[in-house]
């Protein structure tokens, strides 16, 4: 398996752009999570899927922000309209349902916004 | 509610022992995990610990475990250069939730 996947890994945007950030779990996995990471605030959990279905999203900042998990094999974060304070390194990462799971992490896209 | 808290940096010198501390609230939580995340890449596992241990110890590493104050650290002996990362507590919670502390940013002065 090639990992947990993630696109773009690099995205540079203008303030109040749409941006989408997708990512594919490692099959067989049944829990994502979405985490933001910045040097103020370090790494920050924003939502939570189990078997394709949002379990906790208090982390969500913000109506501005959502987040889709439409199969077992794909979700997306959307920002819209993106702000420079969303500037961060965006994680997906994937584990299986089970206690003392490893959580595999994507290589992160990291989102400018101008 | 749930959280893990860590302090966010660590300077040491090349040769020393480093010491990274964390503090948890899920009492149930049964494994607790240090990962470590390399400039540019995302997080990998680095060690875990199960709730009935005391100490867990892997070659340079040694994971502490203090479940009655909640406490978990990570030792590094002999740090190297090569350490320098940041590294994550994290507890599973009964929701099968993995909650993450915000990483301690560890610099290894040569």
């Known amino acids: 398996d090639a990992g947990v996947i993630q696109s773009p890994r690099h995205e540079v945007t203008e303030m109040g752009q749409e941006v989408t950030l997708r990512c594919k779990p490692i099959?067989?996995?049944?829990?994502l999570f979405w985490y933001r990471q910045t040097m103020m605030r370090g790494l920050e959990l924003l939502i939570y899927?189990?078997?394709?279905?949002?379990?906790?999203d208090s982390g969500m900042p913000e109506d501005r922000f959502s987040a889709k998990m439409p199969n077992a094999s794909f979700s997306t974060l959307k920002i819209q309209p993106s702000e420079p304070r969303d500037s961060a390194v965006y994680f997906c990462?994937?584990?299986?349902?089970?206690?003392?799971?490893?959580?595999?992490f994507g290589q992160g896209t990291r989102l400018t916004v101008v | 509610g749930e959280d893990v808290e860590q302090s966010l940096f660590l300077s040491v010198r090349e040769g020393d022992s480093s010491v990274i501390n964390c503090t948890y609230t899920d009492s149930s939580s049964t494994y607790l995990y240090w990962y470590k995340q390399e400039p540019g890449a995302g997080l990998q596992l680095l060690t875990y610990?199960?709730?009935?241990?005391d100490m867990k110890q892997d070659q340079r590493l040694t994971v502490l475990l203090n479940k009655k104050d909640k406490h978990l650290s990570l030792r590094i002996a002999d740090t190297q250069t090569g350490d320098s990362a940041i590294y994550f507590c994290?507890?599973?919670?009964?929701?099968?939730?993995?909650?993450f502390g915000a990483g301690t940013r560890l610099f290894v002065k040569a």
């Open positions: 899927f189990n078997n394709n279905v949002p379990i906790d």
């Open positions: 610990i199960f709730s009935n241990m």
């Open positions: 099959s067989g996995h049944n829990s």
């Open positions: 990462a994937s584990s299986l349902e089970t206690r003392g799971t490893e959580a595999f």
């Open positions: 994290a507890e599973i919670t009964g929701g099968f939730k993995t909650i």
